[in-house]
């Protein structure tokens, strides 16, 4: 079952903040976060397994709520190179299998 | 280091006619390998997966087939394209036994007219 993610699309002013959701309905194992820039592939950004763990490097972060199911991927201080459409992909279990999420379309204006 | 390549980058067919893409991975053996479709409001759907040589998961009922002929090529084929088949088509691996990323290939950008 394909995660919901949410908003499907926000817009930044360079260093504002923002918050994009991911959540199953299903059990987790655990989440994946993606990012793509327009015509490319997507790229890996963290992975967060269950156990509630928070993981980030610079100034990306994400948390993981294993019980609620839902995965949270903070940006703050926002800057240009963050535009582009970021993934949540999800595991059920430990099966190797990711399903993703529609994508949420963050936009850095300066 | 591992690379994924990713052919043709681009190509344009009438409905009816055959389709194969291939990826192969270098600088490692054994990944698990994946087809993802991404076609506008849909986000990345899994197609197909394979943990080996010869064997193929399939996701969603479809007008496409995947092949592993070897441990580091993947193929995705169909013989008859469909319109709805257009969309940007993503080759990816990981490494068994480990909970890291995907790599995903260059993609393939597949219109049918």
């Known amino acids: 079952q394909q995660p919901v993610q949410s908003p499907q699309a926000v817009i930044l002013r360079e260093g504002e903040d923002a918050v994009i959701n991911c959540s199953s309905s299903?059990?987790?194992?655990?989440v994946h976060w993606y990012r793509q820039k327009h015509g490319e592939a997507p790229v890996f950004l963290m992975i967060l397994l269950k156990g509630g763990e928070q993981k980030g490097h610079e100034k990306i972060s994400a948390s993981f709520n294993e019980k609620k199911q839902q995965s949270s991927l903070y940006l703050t201080a926002s800057q240009l190179s963050y535009s582009g459409t970021y993934f949540c992909g999800t595991e059920s279990g430990s099966n190797y299998k990711l399903t993703f999420g529609k994508g949420t379309l963050l936009t850095v204006n300066p | 280091s591992q690379t994924i390549h990713q052919w043709p980058a681009t190509l344009v067919q009438p409905v009816g006619s055959p389709l194969s893409l291939e990826c192969t991975v270098e600088g490692t053996s054994n990944p698990n390998l994946y087809w993802y479709r991404q076609a506008a409001g849909r986000g990345l759907q899994l197609l197909f997966y394979s943990v080996g040589i010869g064997q193929i998961s399939s996701e969603v009922p479809q007008n496409l087939s995947a092949s592993r002929p070897q441990d580091r090529q993947f193929i995705l084929s169909s013989k008859k394209l469909l319109l709805s088949d257009s969309g940007f088509y993503l080759c990816a691996w990981t490494l068994k036994g480990t909970k890291g990323e995907l790599f995903f290939g260059e993609g393939s950008r597949l219109t049918v007219l």
């Open positions: 299903k059990a987790l194992y655990s």
